[in-house]
């Protein structure tokens, strides 16, 4: 979900030259514009307060899961493109979406027999924090793996710090960001990441599970696990050396 977002965009090319992803399906409000391969399935949602809040969740499960037997994993890139909105408008589409998109893949107990969740969170994500959007994202995390605990699944969280990414409307503190960053790059924590390679870095990570641990063990590990920016860059890293 958040397939026309800096990072869901990357990351449904990178599901589509998977080898290990059979079918692909894009959940998004207007169309994708990148090329999509004959596995993928896009489902438009031109309103997503009436799709995960205001009707019967079990209309928006037939709506995306009908026609699908099983769903190995779940990606969520959902995130306001505007840091700066209101504490309401980036608590609805940074945390209540994600937490109902959850709620959609493990209804009927489960019954799509997903392995894991990932979910695109961000750098310095708090409950505690001072700072509203850092705050919003560590709530979003704090019930999800809450909320995994109930399922037989896993849960990953990936936490990129300063965002390196074209986008239509540019985040003008992303711009500061930028600026500042070439002052302090030296800093061990400073660890800015491309959207391309947050998205090679999530499927990487699904992929080295599913192939060797998964693999193995023939059964789903129960975990939740957070990897931060440095870590995020690691998996992209191991991805772009394989494709050389």
Known sequence: ????????????????????????????????????????????????????????????????????????????????????????????????????????????????MCKQFSLVSSGGASATSWFTYNRIKGEVENELMQKSLQQPNRMIIFRPSFLIAK?????????????????????????????????KAIVQEWETYYTQQYASEQQIRKESIIFESKQTQQFADERNSKAQ
């Not at 700066?84 to 107990?109: C, G, H, Q, T, W």
């Open 167 to 199: 986008r239509e409307e540019p985040r003008w503190i992303e711009e500061v960001g930028k600026k500042i960053l070439k002052l302090v790059d030296w800093l061990p924590w400073i660890n800015p990441i491309t959207a391309e390679d947050i998205a």
């Open 1 to 112: 979900m958040g397939a026309t977002g800096a990072v869901g965009k990357h990351l449904l090319i990178e599901l589509q030259k998977s080898p290990l992803c059979s079918k692909v399906v894009s959940v998004s409000r207007r169309s994708v514009d990148v090329p999509l391969e004959s596995k993928t399935k896009q489902i438009i949602v031109n309103d997503f307060d009436h799709f995960l809040l205001q009707q019967n969740p079990d209309t928006a499960y037939q709506q995306l899961f009908a026609e699908e037997p099983k769903i190995d994993v779940a990606f969520c890139c959902l995130g306001s493109k505007n840091v700066s909105d209101s504490a309401e408008m980036l608590a609805k589409i940074d945390k209540i979406y994600p937490s109902k998109f959850y709620d959609l893949v493990f209804r009927n107990n489960n019954a799509l």
